[in-house]
């Protein structure tokens, strides 16, 4: 296959499937600095970004800079960046945070455009195509000058931050992925334990079906909430695929694929999620279960505050083979880039170098918990320590689709919003689903 020409329209049309590539929550959590944090944020990062302004770091003059965070996870991170930019300047008196949850598609998209990005935003790293892409276009500053000690973090998460052995991003010291909580309290009324294999999961959905409770929340009607089951389960059926399609590869046989659309539109078909899901968006779904009106539900390890009310657990997805799996995800909780033209590239140094920092990971670990890929942070959290017993970290299927791509294909558009939707409907056999996804993964 042929990876996709590094052309504006690639750039734009991957920033806008990404952007939006976790589980959001609403709400006004933590003001992450003292300044207006509000979404216009786009006339600020243009006057910050003048490349013929000295950076007055360096002459002991205090700057500002401009940082955009991921303004769909402000109720997630809020708390935790407001703590984390008051110990970076109190650290360093000279530099003021200006933090605003104006990271978007529509915002960074525009920025992109006009050349004017902020000092700082939020970016997904190796997850999509778009760091690589920005980096080849010349819009990220190099940070291997500023972020040195890189000693701590496992490959994975230099590989996450890196193009073409180059540092574009600061580091992950965290593990995410989508596995299933369930409500402890169902499954004790049922005598349930968490499941080893893909059968033992289906009979536990028997069990709870025959009892009258719905299995499974499941909320089907965006792109992104109806991908977290199948996406779920596809390295328990197709690893090896998506490892070859990963490495620009094609298969010839596609029978492990098959197997997996025909589980899915099986479970489906069986009534283990209900009637509605294709009308129930993700908020909806996490709602139900939080009332004990779904015994289990997918969502991201990042999500678990949404359930703190409840008695829970995890799994990950078992297969058939009996091993647990987890999808590849470095958690961009921390993962940030900054502009090549930022008038502070010293200053932005420093910040992206603290928020790769132990002091940074801890204060973001006590805010939101997940599973460290860094030596120090022990898990404490039950429920957290449940998701870190996956036995596979599997490839993400999203990600493996944007990289196989080219310039006549596009499978992870496809698959989301054609072939997925429809799969889940009906609308599609399982055959028809599996040809159209064939021929765009060939072309």
Not at 200 to 208: D, I, P, Q, S, Y
Not at 324 to 331: A, D, K, M, V
Not at 407 to 430: C, I, R
Request: aromatic share 12%; proline share 4%; hydrophobic share 40%.
């Amino acid at each position: 296959m042929k990876m996709k020409n590094l052309k504006m329209m690639a750039l734009t049309m991957t920033m806008a499937v990404v952007l939006t590539a976790c589980g959001s929550k609403s709400g006004n959590h933590g003001d992450a600095s003292g300044t207006d944090t509000d979404s216009s944020a786009q006339e600020s990062s243009q006057d910050s970004n003048r490349k013929d302004s000295q950076d007055s770091n360096t002459d002991g003059k205090e700057v500002t800079i401009t940082v955009w965070g991921e303004g769909e996870q402000q109720a997630l991170y809020g708390d935790a960046f407001a703590e984390i930019n008051a110990a970076f300047e109190k650290a360093n008196p000279d530099i003021k945070i200006d933090y605003q949850w104006s990271g978007s598609f529509d915002s960074l998209t525009v920025a992109v455009q006009t050349d004017s990005l902020p000092d700082v935003f939020y970016t997904q790293g190796n997850k999509n195509t778009s760091l690589s892409e920005m980096a080849a276009n010349g819009y990220l500053l190099p940070l291997d000058e500023y972020i040195t000690d890189t000693s701590r973090f496992p490959e994975d998460a230099l590989a996450y931050a890196t193009v073409d052995d180059v540092l574009y991003s600061s580091l992950p010291a965290f593990f995410d992925y989508a596995v299933v909580f369930y409500n402890a309290d169902i499954f004790a009324k049922y005598e349930l334990e968490a499941p080893k294999t893909w059968d033992e999961f289906l009979a536990v959905c028997k069990t709870l079906q025959d009892n009258g409770e719905l299995p499974m929340a499941y909320g089907g009607n965006g792109w992104l909430d109806r991908y977290w089951l199948f996406g779920a389960m596809a390295p328990a059926y197709m690893e090896s695929e998506m490892v070859t399609w990963n490495e620009g590869g094609e298969i010839s046989d596609y029978a492990k694929v098959k197997e997996c659309f025909a589980d899915y539109r099986a479970f489906l078909d069986a009534g283990y999620a209900g009637t509605d899901y294709a009308a129930t968006d993700m908020a909806s779904a996490q709602l139900s279960f939080t009332n004990g009106q779904g015994a289990m539900i997918v969502d991201g390890t990042w999500n678990k505050g949404l359930y703190e009310s409840m008695n829970i657990g995890c799994f990950p997805i078992p297969g058939k083979d009996g091993k647990g799996y987890s999808q590849s995800g470095p958690s961009q909780s921390l993962t940030y880039s900054a502009s090549a033209k930022t008038a502070h590239p010293e200053a932005v140094g420093k910040y992206l170098a603290f928020l790769s920092s132990e002091e940074a990971e801890q204060i973001m670990f006590d805010h939101v918990p997940s599973i460290p890929i860094v030596d120090g942070i022990a898990i404490t959290d039950p429920v957290i320590a449940a998701a870190a017993e996956y036995d596979v970290i599997g490839q993400n299927l999203f990600g493996v689709l944007s990289f196989a791509g080219n310039e006549n294909s596009q499978p992870a558009d496809l698959f989301t919003n054609d072939v997925l939707p429809k799969l889940m409907t009906g609308e599609y056999t399982v055959d028809q689903a599996l040809e159209l996804f064939q021929k765009e993964l060939e072309k």
